[in-house]
């Protein structure tokens, strides 16, 4: 059984850094699969989960939704089957819950990925 579990939310400053990791167990090909960050505001529903960040399987090829360019880097250690994203210079409007997706295509929206985990709360003040 895969599992998927994101750990590093918590709440923060305008302007801190915050790294969350994703790690995925139950996947014996982990780098195989690319891997994506999504964010969903509280009361939203999962259809309008934001795609902040993907990355592909061997890591050199990555996508920033352009509200994070700069601030965000996404990165993977398929040794650790774990894949990151440090987040700088955070703004309120980043504040959501952080889900990490597994995804054997890649991509941006939901659909193509097939295994999420349950989130970590990130949460920005002003």
């Known amino acids: 059984q895969v599992q998927v579990e994101e750990s590093g939310g918590g709440l923060v400053q305008a302007g801190d850094s915050v790294m969350l990791s994703c790690v995925v167990s139950g996947r014996r090909t982990f780098d195989k699969y690319a891997m994506g960050w999504f964010r969903q505001v509280p009361g939203k529903e999962r259809e309008e989960r934001e795609c902040?960040?993907?990355?592909?399987?061997?890591?050199?090829?990555?996508y920033y939704t352009d509200s994070v360019k700069g601030r965000f880097t996404i990165s993977r250690d398929n040794a650790k089957n774990t894949v990151y994203l440090q987040m700088n210079n955070l703004k309120p409007e980043d504040t959501a819950v952080y889900y990490c997706?597994?995804?054997?295509?890649?991509?941006?929206?939901?659909?193509?990925?097939?295994?999420w985990g349950r989130g970590t709360l990130v949460t920005v003040s002003s």
């Open positions: 902040v960040a993907t990355i592909n399987y061997s890591g050199d090829t990555t």
């Open positions: 997706g597994v995804s054997p295509f890649g991509g941006t929206t939901t659909d193509v990925y097939v295994d």
